[in-house]
């Protein structure tokens, strides 16, 4: 799609109606919530690098928002093995204002090793603030 976004197919669109990810969702956003669009993630087979960490959002005092400006939820398709490129994300980023991650190179490997979500089954949904340090692994 030359939008990236596929909720106009209706395998994507059911996916904006899970239960159990609107319940989540209604715990951070009380007040109500919209969807802003439907787009996919993927590993490519045979990656042999890490993604460096980053944010999916920007702009000024979003760390300082008491609700998130933004959150993506990912689901698995597969059953999701540590070797198969899961995502890493940085617990507590979110709330650290300034926080820039280091270049890749300089990476502690704990950073790259101990953030891993995975092993997951499919049909596992991901929540995640976009302000989250985050980054894919070699897969």
Known sequence: ?????????????????????????HDIYPDGFFAVGGGGDLVLEDTSTYQS????????????MKEP????????LEDLECTDGPTRVVAGTHRLAGAAPP???????????GTLLCPLPA????????????GGTPS
């Open 1 to 25: 799609s030359p939008t990236h976004h596929l909720v106009h197919l209706p395998e994507w669109s059911q996916l904006l109606d899970v239960d159990a990810v609107n319940a989540v969702l």
């Open 53 to 64: 960490l980053h944010l999916d959002i920007g702009g000024p005092s979003i760390h300082e």
């Open 69 to 76: 400006p933004g959150i993506a939820v990912n689901f698995l």
């Open 103 to 113: 270049p890749l190179p300089q990476e502690p490997r704990h950073l790259k090793e």
């Open 123 to 134: 049909g596992t949904a991901i929540v995640r603030d976009l302000r989250a340090l985050h």
